[in-house]
């Protein structure tokens, strides 16, 4: 079975703070994904990744950036962390275009 | 641009009727893949079904059934004699084929079984 973990289930921060939510996937997937889900909005592409160092904006990456330096590994980085990046943020990884993405069980985050 | 559009935000259904999702998708490849997905109370999401474009056959998998028309732009999935456990949020999603995989899911449809 395919697992996705993410570093930490809840998390809460500062306004202001930097903060980083780490993923691993362990079947060597080619891409991997940083989603947020927020009620009634669905699931909005933050950033996703097809290779090692190579990255590609989603639909919503203002206030956001992300890392790739191993494939297996994919992180998020809230630059400066503000109370509307409130939200659940879900990683997740697929082997090929077109393959089902799998799921971590996500972070909840919370900006105070 | 991609948009995967689910109408129904809210479903209430008695257990044993039968129900149907909607997902209606815009795209402009030629060649792209449909999933469906479900998120149980416990959070984690998980994969039901993947559909490509050229694929237009109805799926059946036990009280699960899809309905994928290209000509309606539209993938529903029916649940057939619901049941508690189906209770959940449900998303479609929409992957393009041209180059890099950005999928785009839609807004969620909540499902709630009535024992």
């Known amino acids: 079975d395919v697992k996705v973990t993410q570093s930490s289930r809840y998390l809460v921060k500062r306004t202001g703070e930097k903060v980083f939510l780490e993923c691993v996937q362990d079947?060597?997937?080619?891409?991997m994904f940083w989603y947020r889900q927020d009620p009634g909005l669905g699931l909005r592409l933050i950033y996703f990744?097809?290779?090692?160092?190579?990255?590609e904006k989603g639909d919503i990456p203002e206030g956001y950036s992300v890392s790739r330096e191993k494939k297996e590994r994919f992180s998020l980085i809230l630059e400066s962390a503000s109370t509307n990046q409130t939200s659940m943020y879900l990683c997740a990884s697929s082997p090929l275009v077109g393959d089902p993405i799998h799921f971590g069980p996500g972070t909840r985050l919370t900006v105070t | 641009a991609q948009k995967v559009t689910q109408a129904q935000t809210e479903i209430s259904v008695v257990e044993k009727e039968d129900v149907t999702l909607d997902c209606v998708y815009e795209t402009r490849d030629t060649t792209y893949y449909l999933f469906w997905y479900k998120q149980p109370p416990s959070g984690e999401l998980v994969f039901l079904i993947r559909r490509n474009s050229f694929d237009e056959q109805n799926e059946i998998s036990g009280r699960y059934s899809w309905n994928f028309q290209k000509s309606t732009s539209s993938f529903n999935f029916t649940i057939t004699a619901s049941q508690v456990v189906d209770s959940a949020v449900y998303f479609c999603a929409l992957s393009g084929r041209g180059g890099y995989q950005k999928v785009t899911f839609g807004t969620g449809t909540k499902l709630q079984v009535i024992p």
């Open positions: 990744s097809y290779d090692v160092k190579m990255k």
């Open positions: 079947m060597d997937h080619e891409n």
